[in-house]
């Protein structure tokens, strides 16, 4: 038995669990949120908690089993209290601004970088270089962020450049200066 798989989800007060043919709908206080499931994993909601089930042992069902459960448990996650991802900016004259559904990154490229903020996400800028990503969605969450990191990775050098704000990144020494310079 999946050791995720296996462990039922509570539902808590406030959101609603709805199982369809293949499809999970979860709706709470933050807004709703659908997910299609496995087919070979059955799913039901009874006495305030969803359970999943497999029918056999073999080794994609049993991943399956976690998987179906660990997307309808950040579902659940998701309408009750959102998912964040925080990113800082380093680097002199590096900066973000969000106007509108708009984030605009100025961090060294010739022209300022405008990234579209998908539906369902928000973006906040604090101090014009730490940057608030949330939304109900996990998965939408952590793509925006990472797309909004790759238009300027941290480079080990200096480390100028776009990180998660838990991020450690190892810095390199440079090159060691020649003696007679001839």
Do not use: C
């Not at 209290?81 to 004259?93: P, S, T």
């Amino acid at each position: 038995m999946s050791r995720v798989g296996k462990q039922p989800i509570a539902i808590p007060s406030g959101v609603d669990v709805t199982v369809g043919q293949g499809q999970v709908s979860v709706k709470g206080p933050k807004g709703q949120l659908m997910e299609r499931i496995p087919a070979e994993i059955g799913i039901s909601v009874e006495g305030g908690q969803v359970k999943f089930e497999r029918p056999n042992d073999r080794k994609p069902t049993r991943a399956l089993h976690g998987l179906a459960r660990a997307l309808v448990a950040n579902m659940v996650k998701g309408v009750t209290e959102e998912f964040v991802r925080e990113l800082e900016i380093q680097g002199v004259g590096y900066r973000a601004e969000a106007p509108g559904k708009k984030l605009v990154l100025s961090v060294g490229h010739s022209h300022p970088v405008e990234l579209v903020v998908p539906k369902g996400v928000q973006v906040s800028v604090e101090n014009n270089v730490n940057v608030k990503i949330s939304g109900a969605d996990r998965q939408q969450v952590g793509q925006f962020a990472a797309d909004v990191r790759s238009v300027r990775p941290p480079e080990p050098y200096k480390g100028k450049g776009i990180r998660y704000r838990d991020e450690h990144v190892r810095r390199k020494v440079g090159k060691a200066g020649t003696a007679g310079g001839g």
